[in-house]
């Protein structure tokens, strides 16, 4: 805690945030957090045979159920193949369900089973407590510095469509 302040400090006094060395700790820190973010989710799909992928179809079909394979697909970015390989385990083992769209019958839907939405839930969870002491170490107005920077980090022409995500 110490330590952050001292760095709050320290960055706040000094304009030249932008210099290499600055840039190069932003760059490790991202490393160094996405290393432990995922570190405890990462434990738990491995007892399941699962990984990463199938955290992240997990994660936002549990945040958009009735989400269409295509909107899963324009979040993820991957292929339509990477993303069949997943999303079919988590169907036949009784995760994912899906279902047609009502209008468009071609259109395949998708939502958390029961099942789903516990191991969801079990993989969130660290993942919450961790935001949740990180945002009060760190207070408001760091929360909305944070916000402005990860925003920042996607690209440009994704930024309104995860705004729209998050007002929904």
């Not at 179809?57 to 989400?67: A, E, T």
């Amino acid at each position: 805690m110490a330590d952050l302040k001292k760095m709050q400090s320290k960055t706040a006094a000094n304009p030249l945030f932008l210099r290499e060395e600055e840039l190069r700790q932003g760059i490790e820190m991202l490393f160094y957090a996405y290393r432990d973010f995922t570190r405890d989710p990462d434990e738990i799909l491995a007892a399941f045979g699962f990984g990463r992928a199938h955290h992240r179809v997990l994660y936002f079909v549990g945040r958009n159920p009735g989400m269409t394979v295509a909107e899963l697909l324009a979040i993820l970015q991957i292929t339509k193949q990477s993303l069949s390989r997943v999303l079919s385990v988590l169907v036949e083992e009784g995760y994912v369900r899906q279902t047609k769209g009502p209008q468009d019958r071609r259109q395949r839907l998708l939502h958390l089973t029961e099942k789903g939405r516990e191991l969801e839930e079990r993989l969130a969870a660290p993942q919450k407590r961790r935001f949740a002491r990180a945002y009060r170490e760190a207070g408001t107005e760091a929360v909305a510095g944070f916000k402005k920077v990860m925003l920042g980090l996607i690209n440009e022409e994704e930024r309104e469509r995860v705004l729209a995500a998050f007002r929904k």
